[in-house]
């Protein structure tokens, strides 16, 4: 009886044997007829309308990875909620790489803050690729304030507290936060003055009905270039291509202080190793490119190169900043 019921085990055993190799072998014949990524059109989200800077700057690197990749990369513009309605659905999307999303600073170092119940986890549910480009603000201001330079406005704004206004393109926009900044890196008191878009703001500077804007380069630079309006500083670490003589904020005495909105490409999070490499090292060699950074100045973007760990660290930081920020600064969304 006893041997008859070591053969009965033993011959279950061997079954169960048998059928995990009929598996593993299937699994392993299905893994090897995958085929190689990419082998077929990437969805690019773009959480902005067309025209814009993101917008832009997705289409330049979209190209010029569709022939590095051998594949479309479609554009897909899912715009609305200060870019979080698009980065969302991009969440949602398998993590097979052939989804990408193109975040900026208000997206995944803002939005947290901003909205407790955001419908994503910035982080945890985004792998960051590569931070693609820069876009600094130019403090400009009209040409009757009596100021060449920044410390010679912030000398002005000192003798009128709370008579000066700024202008940014919304409440909590990053020009909001960028001023906001400089009023407490430089002790004075100024009025936020909000727009809808730069365009109405840029009509009342140069109508000398604000006295300062916290504006984006492409927008000020004609102004600034024909007269209309004069430049102070840049907020950038650095001086831009577009003005090497204009210094920035720091260097005009506040040292430490910089703002810019950066944009970068994200993909979602566990999106396999192997084709995270790819994309990295596919990135790097356009973004290093004479003809990207070129096609990037042009647009007023300062080109970026950071990868995935120094790009991670950029969003640490800045989601740090400018929490701390808003927390003492009391500001609240409308």
Same mark, same amino acid.
């Given at each position: 009886? %006893?041997?008859? &019921?070591?053969?009965?085990?033993?011959?279950?055993?061997?079954?169960?044997?048998?059928?995990?190799?009929?598996?593993?072998?299937?699994?392993? &014949?299905?893994?090897?007829?995958?085929?190689?990524?990419?082998? %077929?059109?990437?969805?690019?989200?773009?959480?902005?309308?067309?025209?814009?800077?993101?917008?832009?700057?997705?289409?330049?690197?979209?190209?010029?990875?569709?022939?590095?990749?051998?594949?479309?990369?479609?554009?897909?513009?899912?715009?609305?909620? =200060?870019? #979080?309605?698009?980065?969302?659905?991009?969440?949602?999307?398998?993590?097979?790489?052939? #989804?990408? &999303?193109?975040?900026?600073?208000?997206?995944?170092?803002?939005?947290? #803050?901003?909205?407790?119940?955001?419908? *994503?986890?910035?982080?945890?549910?985004?792998?960051?690729?590569?931070?693609?480009?820069?876009?600094?603000?130019?403090?400009?201001?009209?040409?009757?304030?009596?100021?060449?330079?920044?410390?010679?406005?912030?000398?002005?704004?000192?003798?009128?507290?709370?008579?000066? %206004?700024?202008?940014?393109?919304?409440?909590?926009?990053?020009?909001?936060? =960028?001023?906001?900044?400089?009023?407490?890196? &430089?002790?004075?008191?100024?009025?936020?003055?909000? *727009?809808?878009?730069?365009?109405?703001?840029?009509?009342?500077?140069?109508?000398? %009905?604000?006295?300062?804007?916290?504006?984006?380069?492409?927008? =000020?630079?004609?102004?600034?270039?024909?007269?209309?309006?004069?430049?102070?500083?840049?907020?950038?670490?650095?001086?831009?291509?577009?003005?090497?003589?204009?210094?920035?904020?720091?260097?005009?005495?506040?040292?430490?202080?910089?703002?810019?909105?950066?944009?970068?490409?994200?993909?979602?999070?566990?999106?396999?190793?192997?084709?995270?490499?790819?994309?990295?090292?596919?990135?790097?060699?356009?973004?290093?490119?004479?003809?990207?950074?070129?096609?990037?100045?042009?647009?007023?973007?300062?080109?970026?190169?950071?990868?995935?760990?120094?790009?991670?660290?950029?969003?640490?930081?800045?989601?740090?900043?400018?929490?701390?920020?808003?927390?003492?600064?009391?500001?609240?969304?409308?």
């Amino acid at each position: 009886m %006893r041997c008859d &019921a070591d053969s009965t085990a033993r011959a279950a055993f061997l079954s169960v044997l048998g059928v995990l190799a009929v598996q593993l072998w299937m699994f392993g &014949a299905v893994r090897a007829a995958e085929p190689a990524f990419p082998s %077929r059109p990437v969805r690019f989200v773009v959480p902005f309308p067309p025209g814009t800077s993101a917008d832009v700057i997705a289409r330049i690197v979209a190209q010029r990875m569709a022939e590095r990749l051998n594949q479309p990369i479609v554009i897909d513009n899912r715009s609305g909620a =200060s870019g #979080t309605i698009g980065v969302e659905i991009a969440a949602r999307a398998a993590p097979n790489g052939y #989804t990408w &999303a193109l975040g900026t600073t208000t997206t995944h170092a803002l939005a947290r #803050t901003l909205n407790p119940r955001l419908g *994503y986890d910035p982080v945890g549910d985004f792998a960051p690729l590569m931070l693609l480009a820069e876009s600094p603000y130019l403090l400009t201001t009209h040409p009757g304030v009596p100021a060449t330079n920044l410390q010679d406005f912030i000398a002005h704004a000192r003798t009128h507290p709370g008579k000066l %206004r700024y202008a940014s393109v919304g409440n909590l926009s990053l020009g909001h936060l =960028s001023g906001e900044l400089l009023k407490k890196a &430089a002790g004075i008191d100024m009025v936020h003055v909000p *727009y809808k878009g730069s365009t109405l703001a840029l009509v009342d500077l140069l109508g000398g %009905r604000i006295e300062l804007q916290i504006g984006t380069i492409p927008a =000020s630079l004609p102004h600034v270039k024909a007269g209309r309006l004069r430049a102070l500083a840049v907020t950038s670490r650095e001086r831009i291509s577009a003005l090497p003589q204009l210094p920035t904020v720091a260097e005009s005495g506040l040292p430490g202080y910089q703002a810019t909105l950066w944009l970068g490409l994200f993909v979602p999070a566990r999106t396999p190793s192997a084709v995270t490499a790819l994309l990295e090292r596919e990135l790097e060699s356009i973004m290093r490119s004479a003809g990207t950074r070129e096609a990037l100045a042009e647009q007023g973007l300062e080109p970026g190169t950071a990868g995935p760990e120094a790009f991670a660290r950029v969003i640490r930081e800045d989601t740090a900043r400018w929490r701390k920020l808003i927390e003492e600064a009391g500001l609240k969304p409308e």
